[in-house]
T-cell receptor
Framework: EAGVTQSPTHLIKTRGQQATLRCSPI?????VYWYQQALGLGLQFLLW???????NRGNFPPRFSGRQFPNYSSELNVNALELEDSALYLC???????????FGPGTRLTVL | QKEVEQNSGPLSVPEGAIASLNCTYS??????FFWYRQYSGKSPELIMF????GDKEDGRFTAQLNKASQYVSLLIRDSQPSDSATYLC???????????FGTGTSLTVIP
């Protein structure tokens, strides 16, 4: 069974640009979660999508947004990139209503 | 106060010893508790979850939960060098599927 996949693996942008990160959940999972892991810091919860709807978001500014598609894949968009947005962005998926999250390999975003 | 607190370590144990990792959480309404292992440069991997007070064993791993004390721990028996990683404690907050992660404890198992 394929795990959670994310693309791209690495992304380099400059300040002020927009970044789009993509995630495909494990087959059968309908919930997708996004996390930011900055160097030396813990995982910070960004967004949770389930059945196409945003269910919860963490303490991040509105320039962090996303969506979930009918096939349950998801996109994270970060607008007006700032240097401190440089981090590993992790996507996780789970069955709806189930707490066991499985993580993808992450996208390393570097903002220059 | 952070939602989840872990001792960042580093924790060093000799091969074959028991490694004990601890975590406290602030939300008394939390119902689900998880331990993830994260190797350097890799994504977290779920190794244990526990929902009820007491112990839960899975191979060399034992998770312990004490809701009254808001404390969850992970014991790794017969530690192996391959167990060297950062261990993340995660707690499901009462606000519905919002996970709070600790900053992790770095474990080194010395051969």
């Amino acid at each position: 069974e394929a795990g959670v996949t994310q693309s791209p693996t690495h992304l380099i942008k400059t300040r002020g640009q927009q970044a789009t990160l993509r995630c495909s959940p494990i087959s059968g999972h309908t919930s997708v979660y996004w996390y930011q892991q900055a160097l030396g810091l813990g995982l910070q919860f960004l967004l949770w999508y389930d059945e196409g709807e945003e269910r919860n978001r963490g303490n991040f500014p509105p320039r962090f947004s996303g969506r979930q598609f009918p096939n349950y894949s998801s996109e994270l968009n970060v607008n007006a990139l700032e240097l401190e947005d440089s981090a590993l962005y992790l996507c996780a998926s789970s069955f709806s209503g189930n707490n066991e999250q499985f993580f993808g390999p992450g996208t390393r975003l570097t903002v220059l | 106060q952070k939602e989840v607190e872990q001792n960042s370590g580093p924790l060093s144990v000799p091969e074959g010893a028991i490694a004990s990792l601890n975590c406290t959480y602030s939300d008394r309404g939390s119902q689900s508790f998880f331990w993830y292992r994260q190797y350097s440069g890799k994504s977290p991997e779920l190794i244990m979850f526990i929902y009820s007070n007491g112990d839960k064993e899975d191979g060399r791993f034992t998770a312990q939960l004490n809701k009254a004390s808001q404390y969850v721990s992970l014991l790794i028996r017969d530690s192996q060098p391959s167990d060297s990683a950062t261990y993340l404690c995660a707690v499901n907050g009462r606000a519905g599927n919002q996970f709070y992660f600790g900053t992790g404890t770095s474990l080194t198992v010395i051969p």
